[in-house]
Protein backbone atom coordinates (compact mmCIF):
# COMPACT_ATOMS: atom_id res chain seq x y z
CA UNK A 1 0.00 0.00 0.00
CA UNK A 2 1.92 3.24 -0.59
CA UNK A 3 0.98 6.64 1.25
CA UNK A 4 -0.31 9.05 -0.78
CA UNK A 5 -0.85 12.81 -0.09
CA UNK A 6 -4.16 12.53 0.78
CA UNK A 7 -4.08 9.50 2.97
CA UNK A 8 -1.43 11.43 5.24
CA UNK A 9 -4.14 14.09 5.33
CA UNK A 10 -7.02 11.76 6.04
CA UNK A 11 -5.22 10.68 8.81
CA UNK A 12 -3.73 13.75 10.20
CA UNK A 13 -7.38 15.60 10.02
CA UNK A 14 -8.91 11.91 12.13
CA UNK A 15 -5.81 12.88 14.64
CA UNK A 16 -6.26 16.12 14.94
CA UNK A 17 -10.11 16.07 15.81
CA UNK A 18 -9.36 13.11 18.53
CA UNK A 19 -7.10 15.41 19.77
CA UNK A 20 -9.36 18.70 20.21
CA UNK A 21 -12.35 15.76 20.99
CA UNK A 22 -10.28 15.02 24.56
CA UNK A 23 -8.98 18.06 24.93
CA UNK A 24 -12.80 19.50 24.85
CA UNK A 25 -13.32 16.83 27.58
CA UNK A 26 -10.80 16.99 29.78
CA UNK A 27 -11.23 21.25 29.65
CA UNK A 28 -15.02 20.44 30.74
CA UNK A 29 -13.58 17.72 34.06
CA UNK A 30 -10.82 20.59 34.95
CA UNK A 31 -13.36 24.03 34.46
CA UNK A 32 -16.31 21.82 36.59
CA UNK A 33 -13.78 21.76 39.82
CA UNK A 34 -13.72 25.63 39.50
CA UNK A 35 -17.78 26.40 38.81
CA UNK A 36 -20.33 27.27 41.99
CA UNK A 37 -21.88 24.18 43.30
CA UNK A 38 -24.76 26.14 44.81
CA UNK A 39 -26.85 29.00 43.78
CA UNK A 40 -28.23 30.17 40.52
CA UNK A 41 -25.81 28.90 38.37
CA UNK A 42 -26.49 25.50 39.72
CA UNK A 43 -30.24 25.27 39.34
CA UNK A 44 -29.62 26.65 35.67
CA UNK A 45 -26.77 23.32 35.19
CA UNK A 46 -29.52 21.26 36.44
CA UNK A 47 -31.93 22.25 34.13
CA UNK A 48 -29.61 22.03 31.16
CA UNK A 49 -29.74 18.09 30.23
CA UNK A 50 -33.87 18.73 29.41
CA UNK A 51 -33.28 21.31 28.03
CA UNK A 52 -31.29 20.08 25.38
CA UNK A 53 -33.37 17.41 24.86
CA UNK A 54 -36.15 19.02 24.07
CA UNK A 55 -33.91 21.75 21.77
CA UNK A 56 -33.65 18.07 19.60
CA UNK A 57 -36.32 16.65 20.26
CA UNK A 58 -39.24 19.53 19.29
CA UNK A 59 -38.21 19.99 15.87
CA UNK A 60 -38.75 16.61 14.97
CA UNK A 61 -42.16 16.48 16.72
CA UNK A 62 -43.29 19.84 14.45
CA UNK A 63 -41.48 18.13 11.14
CA UNK A 64 -43.61 15.32 11.92
CA UNK A 65 -46.45 17.48 11.99
CA UNK A 66 -49.99 17.07 14.10
CA UNK A 67 -49.14 13.40 13.96
CA UNK A 68 -46.26 14.16 15.72
CA UNK A 69 -47.59 16.37 18.08
CA UNK A 70 -50.45 13.77 18.87
CA UNK A 71 -48.12 10.64 19.32
CA UNK A 72 -45.05 12.84 21.79
CA UNK A 73 -47.76 13.88 23.86
CA UNK A 74 -49.68 10.19 24.31
CA UNK A 75 -46.18 9.22 24.90
CA UNK A 76 -45.39 11.75 27.76
CA UNK A 77 -48.66 10.66 29.12
CA UNK A 78 -47.79 7.13 29.39
CA UNK A 79 -44.37 7.80 30.81
CA UNK A 80 -45.97 10.13 33.55
CA UNK A 81 -48.16 7.90 34.15
CA UNK A 82 -46.75 4.55 33.84
CA UNK A 83 -43.04 5.42 34.42
CA UNK A 84 -42.11 2.81 32.13
CA UNK A 85 -40.29 4.58 29.63
CA UNK A 86 -40.24 1.28 26.98
CA UNK A 87 -44.33 1.14 26.86
CA UNK A 88 -44.11 4.88 26.55
CA UNK A 89 -41.64 4.93 23.63
CA UNK A 90 -43.25 1.32 22.39
CA UNK A 91 -46.94 3.44 22.15
CA UNK A 92 -45.69 6.42 20.40
CA UNK A 93 -44.36 4.52 17.71
CA UNK A 94 -47.73 2.56 17.46
CA UNK A 95 -49.37 5.75 16.70
CA UNK A 96 -47.11 7.61 14.56
CA UNK A 97 -47.14 4.04 12.54
CA UNK A 98 -50.76 3.75 12.27
CA UNK A 99 -51.23 7.15 11.36
CA UNK A 100 -48.65 6.85 8.28
CA UNK A 101 -50.87 3.50 8.05
CA UNK A 102 -54.32 5.06 7.70
CA UNK A 103 -54.35 8.84 7.62
CA UNK A 104 -51.49 9.74 5.49
Do not use: E, H
Not at 43 to 52: K, N, V
Request: aromatic share 8%; with cysteine; proline share 3%.
Amino acid sequence: MTWGLQDGQAYAAIGAAALVTYALRLGGLLLSTRLPNKGRFRGFMDALPGTLLVSLVAPGILAAGALGVVAAACTAAVALRSRNVFLAMLVGMIIMMAGRRFFA
